[in-house]
């Protein structure tokens, strides 16, 4: 626009309505309970945009705001004193998501003075979503007024509350446009260049450019494989080979010798590194800290340390019970002495594999166990049900590849796994990392499926596809018969004599193994569920009071071990179970 129409302005009138409610902290909640009580919520303003050329090119993009609240959380109708909108203004840095920010000053009738502020959120989902994101503002009653955004964290929300635009104020506000200016050219150019922002804004986040999702470029950032997480311990490596000839190993971390030593067992797809992750104070460095200074990870034929899950093979959770857990603990034994006792942490496909070797008697004389997520009772949601079914045919058979791979996304050239992983992030709008839209796609059903976001740092987030490797889908078939035999643990190959010694169903001896479980899980599980959960009632129902059960508000499958404030949330009960447990407590 030239600048001699600089002093052009534009303004309309926009209608809201909805219901809120005072005590509420989440607007979901408060909109809720505004229904059921019958306390609406509405505002009248008129956005006015001075100086449409700087309002454009401005980063902020905001304008302000006049009019008034009506409705019984606010004590009738009161004008705004002042108020602002900021008007799709990128949401941290990200172009394709868009951010409405209204912040209107108050007082209410009994002299109260108060700050409404609330936000549209557009982010281009799956479906046709550009109308509820435009159209949907949350909004939290701060009391007084709360003139800085920075001061939000540590204002007192008075109540929530939802307000949307009705279609036939949507279409009264369209007959509201206004242009002021020194002439009809200026006035039309405002409201042609207002047009072309708002516009072009809305195409940029719901448009055609955004089919393709958008990635974040992959550089590491943290060494692969490193141990540097765990700086102040005498770190070591101890290979072994397990009765079916493959090649495992184990880390010690070891400030000195006691009688109370910990081995922490990984899942599918992962491996000791989640265990030692440098970005976080983590689990390994956490009980060394707390008097726990022997600590051992093993790496099983299902770490992605190791070639194994890239190969096809028939490999099933009986072969790591009958073969990788009794030789890693005898591993164990040899290097601690007879005295000291073994205390294990155990994980997803890792933790049912091990406590099958447990119950299955392929490993004895454990201390305690700590079991997350899973164990001898699969439950998986009903997406993860169908996944399980066509799963291991479609990649074997027609894609043609023996293993799932989180990183497919960053192949060189044109593969057939790059195009899978463009085709599955066209899915994923929760995140520009590509290799979290394939975790998501591999186990669980969510967005995202196996932790919540907000847990992990932002690293953590980025470096996904170096901490979770390929996986073969081969173990999905157990996973699946397992779900089919009522949610227990059963051999796979009832009739391979390989499996001779193992039970054909893990529950058998269930009466008679004296190791005590803490069986625990993140509340927010969208992998398996509330899986430890019936374990738990059921071996509650054999043996009453041997075992325990925890769930974790607000976490999910995978970040009780990988998030960033597991430290302060999660590792003080698992400490308390194992001080219950050690040597010195007996």
């Known amino acids: ?85 900021n008007l799709l203004v990128d949401s941290e840095g990200d172009s394709k998501r868009k951010k409405m920010l209204y912040r209107l000053f108050f007082t209410t009738a009994n002299g109260d003075r108060m700050t409404l502020r609330g936000s549209k959120d557009l982010f281009d989902q799956v479906g046709l979503d550009v109308w509820a994101d435009t159209t949907t503002l949350d909004v939290y009653l701060l009391r007084g007024h709360v003139e800085d955004p920075a001061d939000d964290p540590r204002s007192e929300i008075l109540g929530a509350g939802v307000l949307r635009i009705h279609v036939s104020d949507f279409l009264k506000q369209l007959t509201t446009f206004r242009a002021e200016g020194p002439d009809l050219s200026s006035r039309a150019a405002a409201l042609a260049s207002f047009g072309r922002f708002f516009l072009g804004k809305l195409w940029d986040t719901y448009g055609l450019t955004s089919i393709l999702p958008a990635e974040a470029k992959f550089e590491r950032e943290i060494p692969l494989y490193t141990t540097e997480g765990v700086p102040d311990a005498e770190v ?33 797809t992962t491996s000791s590194d989640m265990f030692i992750m440098p970005e976080h104070r983590n689990l390994v ?70 406590m099958m ?81 394939m975790l998501s796609m591999l186990w669980g059903t969510g967005w995202p499926a196996l932790y919540n976001h907000e847990n992990l740092a932002d690293i953590t987030h980025r470096r996904g596809g170096d901490l979770y490797g390929p996986t073969s889908v081969h173990y999905y078939r157990h996973v699946r018969k397992m779900v089919r035999a009522n ?14 010694a193992l039970p054909d169903n893990y529950f058998e001896h269930a009466a008679h193994v004296m190791t005590p479980v803490l069986f625990m899980t993140g509340g ?63």
């Open 487 to 500: 949610s227990t643990a059963v051999k796979y190959r009832q009739n391979d004599p390989r499996h001779r």
């Open 1 to 85: 626009m030239p600048r001699s129409h600089a002093s052009s302005s534009v303004r309309f009138t926009e209608w809201m309505r909805g219901f809120a409610s005072l005590g509420q902290t989440s607007p979901r909640a408060g909109f809720e309970d505004g229904q059921r009580d019958r306390t609406p919520l509405m505002f009248e303003l008129t956005i006015l945009i001075n100086g449409v050329e700087q309002f454009v090119e401005s980063d902020n993009h905001i304008a302000e705001a006049r009019g008034y609240l009506e409705g019984p959380v606010v004590g009738g109708r009161c004008p705004v004193e002042r108020g602002s909108v």
């Open 236 to 268: 070591t490596v101890h290979p072994f080979s397990t009765g079916d000839k493959l090649g495992l190993s184990l880390l010690r971390f070891c400030r000195q010798p006691c009688e109370d030593v910990v081995l922490i067992v990984h899942g599918l």
């Open 357 to 437: 070797a447990l119950f299955g008697r392929t490993v004895t004389g454990i201390r305690s166990v700590i079991a997350n997520s899973v164990a001898l009772t699969p439950r998986v949601p009903a997406w993860s049900k169908v996944k399980l079914t066509i799963a291991p045919f479609a990649v074997e058979y027609l894609l043609g590849r023996p293993y799932l791979n989180p990183r497919w996304s960053q192949e060189p050239g044109l593969t057939i796994g790059k195009v899978f992983s463009k085709v599955n992030s066209w899915f994923h709008r929760e995140c520009d990392v590509p290799a979290c839209h």
């Open 524 to 586: 927010e599980n969208r992998v398996f569920t509330d899986s430890n959960i019936v374990c738990h009632e059921r071996l509650e129902a054999i043996a009453p009071g041997r075992h325990q059960m925890h769930v974790f508000p607000g976490y999910g499958h995978q970040d009780v071990f990988m998030g960033k404030r597991v430290d302060r949330d999660i590792f003080p009960r698992l400490v308390q179970f194992l001080n219950e447990h050690r040597c010195a407590a007996s």
């Open 285 to 354: 460095t956490h009980l060394l800290d707390e008097g726990f200074s022997d600590v051992w990870t093993l790496d099983f034929r299902m770490s992605n340390r190791f070639p194994y899950n890239m190969f096809r093979h028939r490999d099933t959770m009986d072969d790591v019970a009958l073969y990788d857990m009794p030789a890693a603990v005898a591993t164990v034994r040899s290097r601690i002495g007879a005295g000291a006792r073994i205390h294990v942490i155990c994980h997803c496909l890792g933790s049912v594999s091990f």
